[in-house]
Structures are given as structure tokens and as C-alpha cells.
């Protein structure tokens, strides 16, 4: 038997393995170890945890908590970068479109007085008044604003979106007859109507005038807007 009782060399089986124990304690475990089954089994012991715990550190370390970290941060990032790149490519899209819609729909020009062309002006029974209006340029009219001033001047302009479309038919507010009812404006506006004129207040053709004798309407016209 070795000198050394159990207890004390299990307690220094540790040092022995890691090999920082003095030579003279190694040699003793190892006289020990050499007739001690217990002591020598727990020596395997130590090995073997050894090993396990090895083995787990590697495990660890390709599909462990830190690798795996890793690996969601990535993720976690280019999830990130993509959710902002959609949001700025749809960001980008809005723009484009609410550009797009707004260069094609939103009127926003005045039709300039130059290629209006106002013929056929007459009166109707009722006291409507009718003409004819045509945009010389081929141009769609989207939208015709009426502006009145306190004068009692009535403004019918024109307008377009900066994308200007193409008249496609032979009709609409680019070239048809058309009427203004001036009782109707001296109802809603609450004013005497001095003028009636077509085109941007600050080159309008001028279509009626108080005081002005129109022609009657022909029967095309009245046609179209007598009812009676
Ligand atoms: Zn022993």
C-alpha cells in the first residue's frame, strides 16, 4: 500500500492529471493508483469528464450559444437590411407613383389663352348662353375651375395636369358646346354678373358682357341644351 491514504489522493488526482503536481506526489499517486482500484477509477473518471467536457466544447462550438448568437445576429441583421430595403423601395415607389399621379392628374395648369378657340356664342331662351369651345394644341382640358370676383367677372379656365394627355375623342371639355348659366352663378355667388369670360384671368377671352346682344341660339345648340 502507498503512504498516501485515499482521500488525500483523490484530492490531488486533479494536479496529478493536469500534470502540476510535484514529481515526488506523481509518483506517489501513481504507486498509489498502481494498487489502489477505487483511486484509479476515479482517475478514469477524470478522463473521461475530461473528454465529455471536450467534446461539448466543441459541440458548443459549431452549434452552441455563441455560434448560434452569431448566426441570429446575421440573421437578425439582414432581416433588418432587407425589411429596409423594402421600406425604402416602397418609400421610393410611393414617391414615384404619388409623382406619377400627381403629374397626370392633379390640374394644376392653366390651358394658355393662345390655343382656346371660342366661336358659335348665342343665347339660349332661357337665358343660358352657349359657345363652343376648342384646344387647338390637340390637348385633353382634365377640369374647368369658375372663378368669380366680387366685380361680378366670371372666369371659366381651363386646366390640365403638367402630363398633358392627348384628346382621344372627337368630344369632351377640349372641344365641344358648352353653356353658362348665369342666373345659377348669381345664385350661388350672390352677385350681379358683369362679364363672362373663358381662359386664365390674366389673358381671358371675353365671351358675354352685361349690356351685350347675343345672337339666338341655332337649333344644333338648342339641341343640346333647351329642354323646353
Ligand atoms: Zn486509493
Wanted: aromatic residues 10%.
Amino acid at each position: 500500500m502507498s503512504k498516501l491514504p485515499c482521500d488525500i489522493v483523490r484530492d490531488l488526482l486533479p494536479l496529478y492529471y493536469d500534470d502540476v503536481c510535484s514529481t515526488a506526489t506523481k509518483e506517489d499517486i501513481e504507486a498509489h493508483i498502481a494498487t489502489c482500484s477505487g483511486c484509479k477509477l476515479m482517475l478514469e473518471k477524470l478522463k473521461m469528464q475530461e473528454y465529455l467536457s471536450l467534446e461539448i466544447i466543441e459541440k458548443n462550438k459549431i452549434e452552441g450559444n455563441g455560434l448560434k448568437s452569431i448566426a441570429a445576429f446575421w440573421d437578425r441583421s439582414k432581416a433588418r437590411a432587407f425589411a429596409k430595403g423594402v421600406l425604402v423601395a416602397a418609400s421610393i415607389f410611393s414617391l414615384l407613383l404619388l409623382g406619377y399621379i400627381g403629374l397626370t392628374q392633379w390640374n394644376i395648369v392653366t390651358v394658355p389663352t393662345e390655343v382656346i378657340r371660342i366661336t358659335d356664342i348665342s343665347q339660349l331662351s332661357d337665358g343660358k348662353i352657349a359657345y363652343h369651345v376648342k384646344m387647338t394644341d390637340g390637348y385633353n382640358v382634365n377640369q374647368i375651375d369658375y372663378k368669380v370676383n366680387s366685380e361680378g367677372d366670371v372666369y371659366m379656365v381651363p386646366v390640365r395636369p403638367l402630363i398633358k394627355s392627348k384628346q382621344n375623342y372627337q368630344i369632351g371639355l377640349a372641344n365641344m358646346y358648352d353653356f353658362v348659366n348665369l342666373e345659377q352663378i348669381r345664385a350661388n355667388q350672390g352677385v350681379e354678373i358683369r362679364a363672362v369670360y373663358y381662359g386664365s384671368p390674366k389673358k381671358p377671352i371675353l365671351i358675354w358682357k352685361k349690356g351685350a346682344e347675343l345672337p339666338v341660339a341655332n337649333d344644333t345648340v338648342k339641341a343640346l341644351f333647351q329642354f323646353d
